[in-house]
C-alpha cells in the first residue's frame, strides 16, 4: 500500500509539474522557431558555403608538364632530343578580385532571403497562435453554455413533474445541448491540430501537449503613421531586390574583367640523344581577350545585366508601392472592426444577455416558456462566438501587418 501511495503520489507531482510548465507565450513560440528550424540552418550552410566557394577565385589554373622526343629524324633516333616541356598560366588579379567580389556578393541575397523565411514562418506561428487563442474563448462559451442549459434542464425536469412542463420542449432542451457539446468536440480537435501544426514549425514533439497565453491583446497599429522609407527599412524581401541589384552589379564588373589579358610562361629543356649540344626553351603567353571575335559574349552578358537590373528595380518598385496600399487597407479595416467589437462589448452582448437573464426570470416564475429560454440563450452564445469571429479577424489582420513590417 505504501509502495502504491508513492506512485499515485508521484504521478500526481508529476502531472503538476507538466500543467505548470505548459504555458508556452508566442514570443517563446517565436524563439524555438528561429532556433530550431530546418528551413532557416539551411539558409546558414548555404551561408558557409558560398564563403567557402569564394576561396577558389584566388587559386591558379594547374601547371601541365609534357614531355616527348623533339626534332627526332625518321632514320636516326640518336639524333634527336628528348624535351620536357613545363607551362603555368597565371591569371589577372584584377580579374580574380572581380570574381571574388561577385560571389561575396551572394551572401547578402541568402541573408535576406533567411531573414524573409524567418518572417514568413513568424507569421504563419501567429495565425496559429491567435486562431488557437479564439478557438479556446470560443470553447469557454460553450462549456459556459453548457453549464447554463444544464441548469435549465434540470430546472424543466423539476416542473415536469409538477405538470408544468412539456415533455416536447424538454427533448429540444436536450437536442440543443447535444449541438453544444459536439461543437465543444470539434473546437478541441481543432486546438489539438493548431498545437501539433506549431510543434511541426518548432521541430518539437509533434505530440507535446503546451497550452497558450490568452491574455494576447490586439496592437493599434491603425494609429501609426507610414512612409515608404520605413517600408524600405523594414522589408527584408525588398533588401533581398537591393542585394540582387548590387549583385548583378558585381556581376557586370567580373564580366568586364574578362577583357583584361592573362599571361603564361612555358619552358621547355631539350636533352640530345646523340652529339648534338642541349637546348632550351622559355616563352611568354598572353591572352587576347578584346579582339572582336571574342569580346561578343562579355560586353552582351554586361548589356544583359543592365536589363536585368532594371526589372529588378521596377519589380521592387511594384512590391513598395502594393505594401503601401496593403498596409493603408489593412489599418481601415482594424479601425472599423475595433469599432465592431466596441459595439458588441458595449451594446450588442449586454442586450443578449439581460434578454436571456429577463426570460429565464419569467421562466422560473412561470411566465414565460422553456423554447423562449433557449433562444434567448442561444442568441447570447451566437452573439459572443460572432465577436470572438471579429477578434479573429482583427487579429489576422494584425499578423499580416506584422508581415508587411516584419514585426516580430
Avoid at 541575397?109 to 491567435?130: H, I, P, R, S, W
Avoid at 536585368?308 to 472592426?337: D, F, H, P, R
Wanted: net charge neutral; glycine share 2%; charged share 20%.
Amino acid at each position: 500500500m505504501k509502495i502504491r501511495n508513492i506512485i499515485v503520489l508521484a504521478i500526481i507531482v508529476f502531472c503538476s509539474r507538466q500543467a505548470t510548465a505548459q504555458v508556452m507565450t508566442l514570443h517563446e513560440v517565436l524563439r524555438r522557431i528561429e532556433e530550431n528550424s530546418p528551413m532557416l540552418k539551411m539558409y546558414d550552410e548555404q551561408i558557409y558555403a558560398i564563403k567557402n566557394y569564394s576561396q577558389m577565385t584566388k587559386s591558379w589554373m594547374a601547371p601541365t608538364i609534357s614531355s616527348g622526343l623533339w626534332q627526332t629524324p625518321y632514320s636516326s633516333i640518336g639524333d634527336g632530343m628528348l624535351m620536357i616541356t613545363a607551362e603555368q598560366m597565371i591569371p589577372n588579379p584584377a580579374k580574380q578580385k572581380a570574381n571574388f567580389d561577385y560571389m561575396q556578393g551572394m551572401i547578402p541575397v541568402e541573408q535576406q532571403g533567411k531573414t524573409a523565411k524567418k518572417n514568413e514562418m513568424f507569421a504563419m506561428a501567429k495565425d496559429l497562435y491567435y486562431n488557437w487563442i479564439i478557438l479556446q474563448k470560443k470553447y469557454d462559451v460553450l462549456t459556459q453554455t453548457d453549464s447554463l442549459m444544464n441548469y435549465i434542464l434540470k430546472t424543466a425536469h423539476l416542473r415536469y413533474t409538477y405538470n408544468r412542463e412539456k415533455l416536447p420542449n424538454i427533448y429540444k432542451a436536450q437536442a440543443d445541448l447535444y449541438v453544444v457539446r459536439t461543437m465543444e468536440t470539434m473546437i478541441s480537435g481543432e486546438m489539438k491540430q493548431k498545437n501539433i501544426a506549431l510543434n511541426t514549425l518548432m521541430n518539437i514533439d509533434k505530440y507535446y501537449v503546451f497550452q497558450i497565453d490568452t491574455s494576447v491583446l490586439p496592437r493599434s497599429y491603425e494609429l501609426m503613421t507610414l512612409d515608404t522609407s520605413i517600408i524600405l527599412s523594414a522589408r527584408s524581401d525588398i533588401k533581398q531586390f537591393d542585394a540582387n541589384i548590387a549583385l548583378t552589379k558585381l556581376q557586370q564588373q567580373y564580366e568586364s574583367s574578362k577583357r583584361f589579358p592573362e599571361f603564361g610562361v612555358s619552358v621547355s629543356h631539350m636533352q640530345a640523344l646523340g652529339m648534338m649540344p642541349n637546348q632550351f626553351s622559355v616563352m611568354g603567353m598572353v591572352s587576347i581577350p578584346f579582339a572582336p571575335w571574342a569580346s561578343a559574349e562579355y560586353e552582351s552578358t554586361i548589356q544583359g545585366l543592365d536589363n536585368t537590373a532594371n526589372a529588378m528595380s521596377y519589380q521592387k518598385q511594384a512590391l513598395v508601392n502594393e505594401t503601401v496600399g496593403a498596409i493603408t487597407a489593412q489599418q481601415v479595416q482594424m479601425q472599423t472592426l475595433k469599432q465592431q467589437l466596441l459595439n458588441y462589448k458595449t451594446n450588442i452582448i449586454p442586450s443578449y444577455y439581460n434578454g436571456y437573464q429577463t426570460s429565464l426570470l419569467a421562466y422560473e416564475q412561470n411566465t414565460e416558456d422553456l423554447f423562449v429560454v433557449l433562444d434567448a440563450l442561444r442568441m447570447y452564445r451566437m452573439a459572443r462566438i460572432d465577436e470572438l469571429d471579429i477578434h479573429n479577424m482583427l487579429l489576422m489582420i494584425q499578423v499580416n501587418y506584422e508581415k508587411a513590417l516584419e514585426i516580430r
